[in-house]
Each structure stands twice: as structure tokens, then as C-alpha cells.
């Protein structure tokens, strides 16, 4: 089981992900700004980070950014996900630090599987 915190300003992803999440065995948190997302990551240190991209004030690229250059917190994967399906977009999150990139909508068994890959140990 992981500690996972989903920064995603929207109300039913939130939802949606994390009845995925906890039904997978993980324990999750929600945040809806980029900026309160920072901050919790530097507070608790969670296991995984599921960044939103398209969210007021700061963006996820901009955080998963922050988030990766800054030492307490360089070691979170985070997986971007977000309705972006541009090559050069997915190209973008990974060069600021993003572990994978994942299209919504999201696919179940990929998410998981992609979470199973970046933390075999929190495998349900």
C-alpha cells in the first residue's frame, strides 16, 4: 500500500481516481492547487504524486519542475495526468521531471500498472 497525493483542481477526477486508488489498497490525499501541493509533498513526503497539468495559477509541469530541482523532495515520483495528448506535451512533463504521462481518460489497469512499476513494493 502507498501513500499517493493527487494535486488536480478537478472535483470528479479527484473522485474517480482515488475510488481507483483505494479500491487498489493505497491510501490517498487530495489537493487542488499546485502551489498547497508543494507545500503537502514537502510536509509529507508521499510514496507517489498524481499532478494534474491544466490548473490555475501555478501548472503541474511547473510544479513536477519544482518538485524534482528541490532535494527534500526530488525522490517522489510523479505521474502526470491530464487531458494534454500532444506528443510535446508528454515529451515536456517528463523533461521537468515526470516519472510517466498518462492521458486522460485514464485507463485502469494502466495507472495501476504504472504505480506497480514506480513502487513495486506498494503493489496490492
Known sequence: ???????????TDVRVFTTLLERAGHRVESIGNAE??????RAELPDLVIMDVIMPGMNGFQATRTLTRDPV????????????SMETDRVWGLRQGARAFITKPVNEKELLACIHDLLPSAAA
Do not use: F
Open 73 to 84: 523532495t526530488a525522490g517522489v515520483p510523479i505521474v502526470m495526468i491530464t487531458t494534454k
Open 36 to 41: 498547497e501541493g508543494i507545500e503537502r509533498v
Open 1 to 11: 500500500m502507498a501513500n499517493i497525493l493527487i494535486i488536480d483542481d478537478s472535483p
